[in-house]
């Protein structure tokens, strides 16, 4: 299992950055939403339904193959907590998800809420992200925001020591609405 799925999971029980353990949970869950994928996609998508409670986030993406050209056709899957940094109940698999596709020009977008943080109050507020590419396999990202008190120098440090993928975007707010803007480039080499 890559190192980023190791994050993520180890995220998902509270285990600090720092520790790493082979666990195949992840893998399941990721499967298995996987079949719960409508069978048509299109750019915009919704993460979080209009009733789930919390700020309105739009999230906007640019994907960019390596090369630097648009990714389209990329398929983007993304989950978060909800505003209590929740998943979902135990024994469930993630209840916030969504899919899109990247359009002729690598853009997509979802609409969702603003996650929460873990319970733990150790783990910024983030989005996950996988991509299904045509030309490098599955990868994954983790979209964070600037501005979250928990994403701090020496979170950022830690992040980057265990080699791992994030995004820092900023946000803005325009009439009661989070908006994030972010551009990723497609690593040579698929995660997962």
């Known amino acids: 299992m890559p190192r980023k799925a190791l994050l993520v999971v180890l995220g998902l029980v509270g285990v600090p950055l720092t520790s790493w353990a ?5 893998l399941l869950m990721w499967e298995s939403a996987q079949k719960q994928r409508p069978a048509h996609l299109a750019s915009s ?6 009733a789930e409670p919390g700020t309105p986030m739009v999230v906007r993406g640019l994907i960019l193959l390596p090369e630097g050209r648009p990714a389209a056709g990329t398929v983007v899957f993304a989950y978060h907590t909800d505003r209590g940094g929740v998943y979902a109940k135990p024994g469930e698999i993630w209840r916030l998800k969504g899919w899109a596709v990247a359009d002729k020009d690598g853009r997509f977008s979802f609409t969702t809420i603003r996650p929460g943080s873990y319970p733990s109050g150790q783990v910024p507020a983030h989005i996950h992200l996988s991509l299904e590419t045509s030309c ?8 964070m925001f600037e501005g979250d008190p928990l994403l701090t120098p020496d979170y950022r440090s830690r992040f980057a020591a265990a080699e791992e993928h994030g995004l820092y975007a900023p946000v803005r707010t325009a009439r009661g609405v989070e908006q994030v803007e972010y551009t990723l480039q497609v690593r040579p080499r698929g995660d997962f």
């Open 22 to 26: 082979v666990d195949a949970r992840f």
């Open 45 to 50: 998508a919704r993460i979080a339904p209009e």
């Open 136 to 143: 490098c396999g599955r990868q994954f990202d983790e979209l």
